[in-house]
């Protein structure tokens, strides 16, 4: 393959072709532009049928993208999926030695015969068919949580909401409006009883997970509920909508004077009419209390919104009260900036400082006395306000961490979900059927969190809409003659999808959970652990041709 330039314009493409036709046991060979264009498809499968072909191996780009693509060409040919072979001469080669044409070239050769050395090895592999139960477990019942489970009830399927708290809505309860006006405590009061009135979701507040086992398509759960008791059910698919908590702050006198608010407590104020807001004639807003640093160096991408969204509802109400912004970025994304401009036409103030110049606040009689670094004026200036408004930081919901044991996923460094893939599978985990949704995988706007909750569903129902799903065909297998039941693949398989059966005295795979990466067959003594697609002499095959 070509892959238009990024192969061809580096390797001698033709040159490859030629030496590929010269190697033992090809029959057929053939350049393509595109490999992966429909043209190429229906030629790869006319020639696997009109040449008898008992093996395929396509030299192009990346086996994690367009491996799958070309093992159904070869299936629509009536051949094995698993009689395929991928030489990557993009990402290995072209990409690496672009400015090395000669040397891409042969290393291009060496790696297409390692794979066809490979290749005559390879197996033809069956993989097994596991029945699809079409309920779903929901962990959280924030408003990622209600959106998918309403989305999965519009197209007919079962849901379990689990939520910590004693009542659904999560973050979202605590807003009254949104930046574009809506009233946010009617529409959580509007999703609440289209949840209330649904037979297809059924709620469990004030509940624990104690426990999840099984496997894409069968899971069973088990909560305990501070009044129920313990509760058991089955389920196919997992989606994980934790949500996320607000940092408990101590900077800037939070919790030491009542003229210091979070921007959540101010916009409770603002709709309930306060006395404190009304008479206050000025108010000074900080931004990223917390976040975006050493500890937490990530941005909590809604909180310039909420300041804003919050400084226009104060100069709605009295256009001559005095509004600051000290911020260190704003951050309004998407079309929010319109409202960001609207609050600058509007003299909402906005004062610039630097990390390692940040605000400094005390108590001035009945006043808080802020001083802060100007950069336009080059100098400290103090101003004196009535009101304190702090924009915290966002943390991860510290449940996440057991959750991620339960169902073997993984969290980044601090403390959120991480996707399997951020642009190939953004919602998916690595463990197939579990999914996750909302403020669980990073803190986001609740626009965004709702879209995301209905990509999840979209991506779970690719596995309800099914009664049957194929598991992995390359997975481990055990030789049980040569198995001494040490059990130190037990240990180290981070699926648990290996096991010492006592009844048969050595290791069994459970080929559900197996994800064929191998770690089983490395640390086995005995070599009675292989891997289908990846045993010995395929390996050994490769190696020798090299």
Not at 206 to 215: L, P, Q, R, S, T
Not at 218 to 229: H, S
Request: contains cysteine.
């Amino acid at each position: 393959c070509h892959c238009g330039i990024n192969i061809g314009g580096v390797v001698d493409v033709p040159a490859v072709v030629a030496y590929a036709k010269t190697l033992p046991n090809v029959v057929f060979t053939m350049e393509n532009l595109f490999t992966c264009s429909q043209d190429a498809a229906v030629k790869m499968g006319e020639v696997i049928k009109e040449n008898n072909l008992t093996r395929v191996v396509v030299a192009s780009c990346s086996p994690r993208t367009h491996e799958g693509l070309f093992q159904e060409n070869c299936e629509k040919a009536g051949l094995n999926r698993y009689l395929f072979e991928m030489a990557n001469i993009r990402d290995q080669n072209s990409w690496v030695h672009m400015h090395e044409p000669e040397a891409a070239t042969e290393k291009a050769k060496d790696l297409v015969r390692m794979a066809i050395a490979k290749a005559q090895y390879l197996k033809p592999l069956k993989p097994g068919q596991l029945s699809v139960n079409h309920a779903v477990l929901i962990i959280g019942g924030g408003l990622a949580g209600i959106s998918a489970a309403l989305a999965l009830a519009d197209q007919g399927f079962e849901s379990h909401i689990v939520e910590k708290q004693f009542e659904l809505g999560g973050a979202y309860r605590h807003l009254y409006y949104t930046l574009e006006g809506l009233d946010t405590k009617k529409h959580l009061a509007s999703l609440l009883q289209k949840v209330r009135d649904s037979k297809l979701i059924h709620v469990y507040t004030g509940a624990d997970i104690k426990k999840i086992e099984g496997f894409i398509g069968a899971y069973k759960t088990t909560i305990e509920q501070k009044k129920e008791g313990e509760t058991r059910f089955e389920h196919g698919v997992v989606i994980v909508a934790t949500g996320a908590y607000e940092l408990e702050n101590k900077e800037y006198l939070q919790g030491q004077s009542a003229q210091v608010v979070l921007q959540r407590e101010l916009e409770k104020l603002i709709a309930e009419k306060d006395v404190k807001v009304s008479a206050a004639k000025s108010v000074v807003m900080i931004q990223c209390v917390g976040s975006r640093n050493t500890e937490r160096p990530y941005c909590s991408r809604y909180c310039c919104s909420e300041a804003i969204k919050n400084a226009l509802k104060l100069k709605e109400a009295d256009s001559q009260k005095d509004v600051t912004i000290l911020y260190r970025d704003i951050r309004t994304f998407g079309l929010k900036e319109d409202y960001y401009k609207k609050a600058r036409e509007l003299n909402v103030k906005f004062i610039r400082y630097d990390e390692d110049r940040k605000p400094d606040v005390r108590q001035d009689g009945n006043q808080i006395a802020v001083r802060v670094f100007d950069p336009i004026l080059n100098e400290p200036i103090e101003i004196k306000t009535d009101l304190l408004a702090l924009s915290v930081g966002t943390v991860p919901n510290p449940a996440n961490e057991d959750i991620g044991k339960m169902l073997k996923v993984p969290t980044n460094q601090d403390g959120f979900f991480l996707e399997a893939h951020v642009k190939l599978r953004p919602v998916d985990f690595q463990t197939d059927g579990v999914f996750m949704c909302g403020m669980a995988h990073a803190p986001k706007l609740s626009e965004e969190a709702v879209v995301q909750a209905f990509a999840a569903v979209s991506r779970a129902c690719t596995i309800l809409t099914k009664d049957y799903i194929e598991a992995e065909g390359k997975t481990a297998y055990v030789t049980k003659e040569r198995c001494m039941a040490c059990g130190l693949c037990e240990i180290n398989c981070p699926y648990s999808a290996i096991a010492v059966e006592a009844a048969e005295n050595c290791a069994v795979v459970n080929s559900v959970l197996c994800k064929g990466c191998g770690v089983c067959t490395a640390s086995c003594r005995m070599n009675a652990a292989d891997l289908n697609g990846f045993n010995n002499e395929e390996v050994l095959a490769q190696i020798w041709a090299l």
